[in-house]
């Protein structure tokens, strides 16, 4: 009797024994070190480039600064986008990679990126500023707090951040911490425009004593015995008091004075600070703390809480620390809950094995079950998986495959059993039978994930832990079913007391039995039925809601409230006050953290934070529980527009994946700016008029108002002044003129000269200040220079896309839609403008999100798909049986399109992962099937019965993994992320099980010419 791998495990105890050990310690050591994290890490292939070229109007940079690194930029081979920004003294350049680009090479292009943007800086303009270049924007300060810091002074609150980020930074796994939000102090220097002309002195000379006495001079070195001695002169001024004892004048002078006696110098915070920071109505800044991205969050995490209740100890009277998001609570919750729904679908399948074919061998799939899980736990922490959202998740997805292995080899032992022969032979022969057709099924079950977790872009990298824990628990659980499973077989199984030679007598199979004579005698009327069904679906597929990602069960929102362009922050400041009562005022609201100027730091993977922007706010709100948060979201997009009308204010929720940045958004590329404008606004119109969508804005907004002196040439000329001489005139009388800082630690604080405050009110006033001339060596009345003052409009945001200028119409979908269905119903009206020559239009939002990832996946598939066509191939070594296999699949498409329309969730990218799975499931139980039917022949029954006996005999098999993996889902069904993935397999495999059950043996005898005899015996001990 030839060995076989079930006999040599059954006669070696010992070896079986071994690997079951390692099963339950490898997979308990690896449970207790396996990183965890809340969503799988992938690298953001972004970075920023800031230039400040203060003065410019937002065309001016775009033409002299943006379009000068953007074609350095474009020279880049790994570029996949560059778009810019265009602000008034400011171009915000963002460089997007190629996705094919991995984590391992991204530091290597940034450093070519660095290269070229430095070979450019000497051909951007006069006056314009190093580039400043951001490559860690995808940091992520998962555990994100807010320090209130009432009744602290700007020092005391900047001293309090020093403390808290020195002790934070040297925890073990600390990574980076980020303060923002820090009072902004400013040293003014106010002196009315009457007394400078009076005293005769230039703002320069100011500017010079100021810039001299706080330099840092290069040591002397002096020699005093043994020792050498540095000498060092110290700087002028280290305090307010300083400045103000600074004498002005000429050298020898007797005329000359203090800047005390002449001007007021104050330490005040600034009139325009760069942000604004509240949590809970009190003011507040923000502590970011990211993790290594090696180490497990969740310790970090708890390492980071506890150094924080040391440091608590010490915090002046008043201040507190609270938590805004805490990422390894979230990832401690969120995997611990999902190990429990693991644990759920785990017993729930072994529940059902045990019901339906005893608890001897129930127990048998379902130790063999566990000791799969467990070793894949072990493997994952081998190979650094960490345990998260996705790879958790494949755990569920291949529980129907995972217990397929060890149904099949228990089966055919309780069969064989059943017929009197002793467990060893009926195990081995089972497994010599089964084992090649299960292991090539279990590869093309691992095959049909391949092109996703082999993609090379970022979605590869997103959900390459799916693929990686598929792939492991399924050659596991083959390799334990052939194994271990015969072992613990002939250890539980106990033969019938009365041996048959047909353990396919009962009721159950009796009735498939009858189906199956059945559907073979009207095998064209089964087949057009089928096909129609499945034509039926395909259609009906429209009628199912579309969806990227759904949204999270994170218990937090968004209200982003942006003012018309160029509005004061302080103004804006006010507003959000207003807002942030309204919000704290919510019955569920339990804390408001308010921003205003920019965005938070980035504290979840998939927040993008909003970049500087003075009339720009936004509130992160925390509810007591995330099901409360579509109701209140949709009552205040109803009801804040009214209370703030000059504001365009939006409420997003957070959803699971990269955010798209609108439900709805179309791009028009041109070079006129007022056509753009056009068009753009053509599309809102239709926005409106439709009624689907909400919030219409464009990302230029409104234009700005500048005001511009007209220069009179000739006179400025006669005086001996210059442009500059005017611009530093009106930089003094307004904002005022920077002439120096203040160094204090390691904080360096602005100094800038200006008028005193009341008389800095009105356009107006600017006529009554004087002009430095150079020339004349005294100050010229501001009149005899200018003939006026202008006011005018301009664009104050200026987009580029790939170097052409591009405007992009955004929308909301309505509550009571699906962002796809807003898309549906808006996009032929606007595809149907009318575009003037050299215009174009793309759409955005997350249409194209949905595409890019639909695309990459759809790039990768076929070389995954091929691979599976040529393992059954290879397997059956025949054309026909793998046709049957791959005709088949594409009818699982019923059972899913009815699980979503009944129960209406849309599908989403996750459900087309479960899709995927369904025909690997699907695949499996059908070359079984087919192998066993081919078996029979080959041995002599005949082709008629072949098909009916080996279809009867894998009925259970197929029922069991079916219905198994069917209640394994049930524990998801209350998940956001995986609900759609779990109602596309619940529908799919009961459906898909019909048509392995059906469908292959119709297929099979219609392919092979098999007809019923005209005597048919089959169904006489049916």
């Known amino acids: 009797m030839a060995l076989s791998i079930s006999r040599a495990s059954i006669k070696r105890p010992v070896a079986v024994w071994l690997a079951i050990i390692f099963c339950l310690v490898g997979g308990y050591w690896g449970l207790n070190t396996v990183g965890r994290l809340e969503d799988p890490s992938f690298t953001l292939k972004t970075a920023l480039v800031f230039v400040p070229y203060p003065g410019a109007s937002a065309i001016e940079v775009e033409e002299e600064v943006a379009d000068v690194v953007e074609n350095a930029l474009q020279q880049m081979k790994q570029l996949d986008r560059v778009e810019s920004k265009s602000m008034p003294g400011m171009a915000q350049i963002t460089v997007e990679i190629e996705m094919t680009y991995g984590p391992d090479e991204i530091p290597q292009v940034w450093d070519e990126m660095r290269r070229r943007i ?12 190093p580039p400043i270049i951001n490559d860690d924007f995808g940091d992520v300060y998962g555990m994100f707090y807010a320090v209130t810091s009432e009744g602290l002074n700007p020092l005391e609150q900047r001293d309090l951040a020093t403390t808290l980020r020195l002790g934070l930074v040297t925890v073990d796994g600390v990574a980076k911490v980020e303060v923002q939000g820090l009072a902004e102090e400013v040293i003014n220097i106010s002196i009315p425009s009457s007394r400078l002309t009076e005293l005769g002195f230039p703002p320069n000379q100011i500017l010079g004593i100021l810039a001299d006495e706080n330099k840092v001079f290069m040591n002397g070195e002096i020699t005093e015995g043994p020792a050498r001695i540095n000498l060092s002169v110290p700087p002028g001024y280290v305090s307010p008091e300083g400045i103000r004892d600074l004498r002005l004048g000429a050298a020898g002078e007797v005329g000359q004075v203090t800047i005390n006696d002449i001007a007021r110098v104050s330490r005040e915070e600034a009139e325009q600070p760069s942000q604004v920071i509240r949590q809970n109505g009190a003011s507040a800044f923000t502590l970011g703390v990211s993790a290594l991205t090696d180490r497990n969050v969740v310790e970090v995490g708890k390492a980071v809480s506890a150094r924080l209740e040391e440091l608590k100890t010490a915090l002046p009277e008043g201040v507190e620390i609270i938590p805004i998001y805490e990422q390894h609570a979230v990832v401690d919750e969120a995997v611990s809950s999902f190990l429990i729904s693991l644990g759920q679908s ?11 074919m005893g608890w001897r061998a129930g127990l048998v799939v379902g130790a063999t079950l566990g000791l799969t899980v467990f070793s894949t736990l072990f493997f994952m922490s081998v190979f650094g998986i960490a345990m998260e959202r996705i790879s958790l998740g494949a755990l569920i997805i291949a529980m129907g495959m995972l217990v397929d292995n060890a149904i099949v080899i228990t089966e055919g032992m309780v069969i064989g059993v059943a017929r009197g022969k002793s467990a060893e032979d009926a195990a081995a022969e089972t497994e010599t039978a089964t084992s090649i057709p299960l292991l090539g099924a279990t590869v093309i079950g691992i095959m049909a994930f391949s092109g996703i977790g082999l993609s090379p872009d970022a979605t590869g990298e997103f959900l390459f832990s799916l693929f990686a824990v598929i792939a492991i628990s399924l050659l596991m659980s083959w390799a334990l079913a052939v194994t271990v499973t015969p072992y613990l077989g002939k250890l539980l199984l106990r033969a019938p007391k009365e041996a048959s030679d047909d353990p396919y007598k009962g009721a159950f199979y009796g009735v498939y039995r009858r189906f199956l004579w059945l559907a073979l005698r009207t095998r064209v009327l089964v087949v057009l039925i089928i096909v129609g069904i499945t034509v039926w679906s395909v259609l009906a597929f429209g009628q199912v809601k579309q969806a990227f990602f759904p949204a999270s069960n994170t218990p937090i929102f968004y209200v982003q409230l942006q003012m018309p362009q160029g509005t004061d922050i302080n103004v804006t400041d006010d507003e959000m006050k207003r807002l942030e009562q309204i919000l704290l005022a919510e019955e569920s609201v339990t804390d408001v953290t308010t921003l205003v100027g920019r965005g938070a730091s980035r504290f979840m993977l998939t927040y993008s934070p909003e970049q500087a922007d003075p009339s720009y706010g936004q509130l992160i709100v925390r509810v007591a529980d995330a099901e409360a948060i579509p109701p209140i979201a949709a009552r205040l997009n109803r009801d804040l527009p009214a209370e703030f009308p000059h504001a365009l204010i939006r409420v997003e929720q957070i959803v699971f994946g990269p955010p798209a940045g609108a439900d709805v958004a179309v791009r028009f590329s041109g070079p006129d700016p007022v056509i753009l404008r056009q068009l753009a606004d053509d599309a809102m119109r239709i926005y409106e008029d439709t009624g689907t969508l909400t919030n219409p804005r464009t990302n230029w907004r409104q234009r700005e108002i500048v005001v511009e002196p007209v220069v009179n040439e000739s006179r400025m000329r006669l005086a001996g002044a210059t442009r500059g001489a005017i611009a530093d005139t009106i930089r003094y009388g307004t904002s005022g003129m920077r002439v120096g800082q203040l160094r204090e630690d390691d904080e360096v604080i602005p100094i800038q000269l200006r008028l005193p405050e009341s008389s800095r009110d009105g356009v107006d006033r600017l006529q009554d200040l004087s002009v430095w001339s150079d020339g004349a060596g005294t100050y010229v009345p501001m009149a005899n220079l200018v003939r006026g003052f202008e006011t005018r409009l301009v664009e104050a945001l200026v987009h580029r896309r790939d170097r052409e200028r591009t405007i992009t119409a955004l929308g909301g979908a309505r509550d009571d839609l699906t962002a796809d269905e807003a898309f549906r119903s808006v996009r032929a009206k606007v595809e149907a403008i009318p575009l003037p020559y050299g215009y174009t239009l793309e759409w955005g939002g997350e249409y194209e999100s949905a595409q890019m990832a639909q695309e990459s996946l759809g790039k990768q598939l076929p070389l995954g798909f091929l691979v599976m066509l040529a393992i059954s191939i290879l397997m059956f070594n025949k054309i026909r049986q793998p046709l049957i296999l791959w005709l088949v699949v594409p009818m699982s498409v019923t059972g899913m399109v009815l699980g979503l329309l009944f129960t ?13 799975s369904l025909s690997g499931m699907l695949m499996k139980n059908a070359i079984v099937l087919v192998e066993e039917i081919d078996l029979q022949r080959a041995e002599g029954v005949s082709d008629y019965k072949a098909v009916i006996n080996g279809s009867v005999s894998r009925l259970r098999p197929v029922v069991l993994a079916a219905g198994t993996t069917i209640f394994g889902m049930i524990p998801l069904l209350p998940d956001a ?19 392995t059950l059906v469908a292959v043996p119709v297929l099979y005898a219609l392919f092979f010419r098999i007809k019923p005899p005209k005597e048919d015996t089959s169904l006489k001990n049916a």
């Open 977 to 995: 992320f995986f609900a759609s993935m779990a109602v596309t397999i619940m529908g799919g495999l009961a459906f898909a099980s019909i048509l």
């Open 904 to 916: 209406g969730l849309p599908f989403t990218f996750t459900a087309l992962l479960g899709f995927l």
């Open 346 to 356: 785990v017993g729930i399948v072994v529940a059902a094995l045990m019901l339906t």
């Open 118 to 129: 430095s070979d450019v800086e000497g051909d951007l303009p006069a006056g314009a500023q």
